[in-house]
């Protein structure tokens, strides 16, 4: 078996004066091409780019769901398209509340808000950054509807335990897979666990056509309402002809064009190729990093295979004697770019001030002033999710790709011990 050994450079930090650990650019590489060339030339001698009357995003959407196991796509614009579509599916409304992760993207709680419910978020487990089947459930009332699972990172929830907990308190799960396509949970991709489940083409995504989304289904009626809700609750036939009522209820204009779905067709043959090489990058980072000194790396849920959307991992303040913000900012000296999430959602502006400004009017702020929710006005404290406070204070972010060499990843590893053994040898003098 191949042995790996980490270099750093020696002697004094970059930030420092020193030399890079990482002197070397990333690789890169390009993500479109001729597969994409190819299908986007057949879209366009359609002559049409609606999808009702074109091929190209049954064709995607009839590809994923077989390549998943399931029986129904609906494609959106977006990933946030995908969740409100989903909410709308299983029934979310006025004076509802719907659980979702306190670590994730806007694009989890807007849906929730455009459908007048109230967001309720979860904490989060300190080393998967997963919302937990007890985290979600110390937030249930009586008025919650819904989970929203947020699958983060590459990585996957507890789904046996989350979904136990749902069947016990008859709630729909909804499952956000924006970050973790083609991450597998016990042989099943996520996303095809709970009622169904909602994915992200965004372009910074693991599969993209520029931006868009959608959501899979086994079940015939969610299926059915999620495409009258991505179409304006148009009912049509596969010839583009409208059937049945139309406007059976209220619902927004999330189409699909046909030259996304030729995209999303052609990327679809590449994500499982992608995601193994991220995963692999993972792994080995992981292995390479787990004795450096202060350093937490992610823990993967038992059962999943990740594909790394990123990588977040964690230092110890009191081994390494230095902040976050200082590691991180040694880390990039080195050649190694670091980031980190800046805030919990349930701190943002709209839900400390409530200037949420879509419902407001003389201090009336919809959904948590409205009479048909009645709960009163929940307050988003910071004691109220101290994991994912623990996480916001010392998690460092490494983004991942899927063009990265083995020895990017090597020497990745190299710089993050280089620092991490800086640091705690002078924390010890």
Request: aromatic letters at 8%; charged letters at 25%; a positive charge.
């Amino acid at each position: 078996m191949r042995q790996t050994k980490t270099r750093c450079a020696a002697g004094k930090l970059a930030i420092d004066g020193g030399p890079k650990a990482k002197a070397t650019p990333y690789r890169k590489g390009m993500r479109f091409g001729r597969d994409e060339l190819k299908e986007l030339k057949e879209a366009l001698a359609q002559n049409t780019l609606f999808y009702a009357h074109g091929q190209k995003v049954r064709q995607f959407c009839e590809t994923l769901a077989s390549k998943y196991g399931r029986k129904y796509a609906v494609a959106t614009t977006s990933g946030t398209a995908a969740i409100h579509v989903a909410l709308g599916a299983v029934g979310v409304g006025v004076g509802d509340e719907v659980v979702t992760s306190v670590l994730t993207d806007a694009g989890s709680f807007i849906p929730i808000l455009y459908q007048n419910a109230v967001p309720v978020f979860a904490d989060i487990d300190p080393r998967t950054y997963m919302m937990t089947p007890e985290t979600i459930e110390a937030k249930l009332t009586p008025r919650t509807k819904a989970i929203l699972v947020v699958h983060l990172a590459g990585n996957a929830a507890d789904m046996d335990g989350i979904l136990k907990l749902a069947r016990r308190r008859k709630l729909m799960v909804v499952e956000d897979c924006a970050q973790s396509w083609n991450c597998f949970y016990k042989g099943r991709p996520v996303g095809t666990l709970g009622h169904i489940g909602c994915y992200s083409l965004n372009d910074y995504k693991h599969l993209s056509v520029g931006d868009g989304g959608v959501v899979l289904t086994d079940n015939a009626r969610l299926a059915k309402r999620a495409a009258l809700f991505a179409d304006k609750c148009y009912s049509r036939n596969m010839w583009g002809q409208r059937t049945g009522r139309l406007c059976q209820f209220l619902a927004p204009n999330y189409r699909m064009s046909e030259l996304s779905g030729a995209v999303g067709l052609a990327q679809l043959r590449k994500v499982d190729g992608i995601c193994r090489t991220r995963n692999a990058h993972g792994t080995l980072l992981t292995k390479l990093i787990a004795d450096a000194p202060g350093i937490l790396p992610p823990a993967i849920t038992p059962g999943c295979e990740s594909s790394n959307w990123y990588y977040l991992f964690r230092m110890d303040p009191k081994v390494l004697g230095v902040s976050r913000d200082r590691f991180a900012e040694a880390l990039k000296a080195e050649g190694v770019p670091a980031g980190f999430y800046l805030r919990r959602v349930d701190q943002y502006e709209m839900f400390q001030k409530m200037t949420i400004r879509t419902s407001r009017k003389k201090g009336f702020v919809c959904p948590y002033d409205c009479p048909a929710y009645g709960g009163g006005r929940i307050a988003y404290r910071v004691d109220d999710c101290p994991n994912a406070e623990l996480v916001l204070k010392t998690g460092v972010i490494v983004q991942m790709s899927e063009f990265y060499s083995r020895q990017d990843m090597v020497e990745t590893a190299g710089a993050i011990r280089k620092v991490a053994e800086a640091f705690a040898a002078r924390r010890r003098t």
